[in-house]
């Protein structure tokens, strides 16, 4: 993971302990600096505590945060923040920016331990990935009913709280069978699909540095094992976990988790006349 960080020394420590390397981190003090970095660098994730130093960022700097990581295919901000007075006001300001442009907020000492940071980093980076994703098949679900849109995006943004087709049918408020016939209907893939593109997709993201391990990552996303993981990723992209970094780069990955998330079309035989 790439991470751009415009925090204070003692916050730009503790981030490094919680993403040690292979992970890599260009820290910045400097809000101009901050915003080219979004604009220009190859980041995964821009950690932001907009109370550095004396800046104390006002809503104007923080609508030019936004407009920056929009710019940068809408790379996600998480803010950091100290407990103070002042950063409670700008902490009111920055969620304000909105989910497209502001992931999380994490508060220094209470939800800052680092393997907590470190995991929201990932669920973030992940989430972000999905959001990729969902657009890449050119927004099919605006042809489901609300109910099962939001569930099908809170899936790809939180596949650990979904572990079966039950679980994404009662999230959208439906049955099984009017689930499926829904997706049918948009040209979306079964329900079943679904989660296991869904879980591939985080698994990848949690393993495409080496931090997380294949059975950790089974272990987080709800898997029967690390085998089931593995073999649930060749289904879908042909390529086993080992093959990360290698084959199975990100693009590649991503086109074929696409092609998967939409139903393959059926060809009517052709008719013979006389």
Do not use: K
Request: glycine share 4%; with cysteine.
């Amino acid at each position: 993971m790439n991470v751009l960080a415009f925090l204070g020394s003692s916050a730009h420590a503790h981030l490094i302990r919680a993403l040690p390397p292979p992970h890599r981190s260009t820290h910045t003090t400097d809000w101009p600096t901050l915003l080219s970095g979004l604009r220009d660098a190859e980041c995964d994730v821009a950690v932001v505590d907009p109370c550095v130093g004396n800046l104390h960022a006002s809503a104007e700097h923080l609508r030019e945060l936004a407009a920056a990581a929009r710019a940068s295919a809408e790379t996600p901000v998480v803010g950091y923040f100290a407990v103070s007075a002042a950063a409670i006001r700008a902490a009111h300001t920055f969620a304000r920016l909105g989910p497209a442009e502001v992931s999380n907020i994490v508060v220094r000492g209470f939800d800052d331990a680092p393997d907590a940071l470190s995991a929201t980093l990932h669920r973030v980076v992940s989430a972000s990935a999905a959001s990729r994703l969902v657009r890449s098949v050119g927004n099919p679900f605006a042809a489901l009913p609300p109910t099962a849109a939001r569930a099908v995006v809170t899936l790809f943004h939180h596949p650990e709280r979904m572990r079966s087709v039950s679980d994404l049918a009662a999230e959208a408020r439906t049955t099984r069978r009017s689930l499926d016939r829904w997706l049918a209907q948009a040209g979306l893939a079964s329900a079943r699909t679904l989660l296991a593109c869904a879980r591939a997709n985080a698994a990848f993201h949690l393993m495409t540095d080496g931090h997380v391990r294949a059975a950790r990552a089974a272990d987080m996303l709800g898997y029967a094992s690390p085998r089931a993981l593995t073999r649930e990723m060749q289904a879908l992209t042909g390529c086993a976990p080992s093959a990360i970094r290698g084959e199975l780069t990100e693009s590649a990955f991503s086109a074929a988790i696409a092609r998967r998330l939409r139903r393959p079309t059926v060809t009517a035989p052709p008719q013979r006349h006389g």
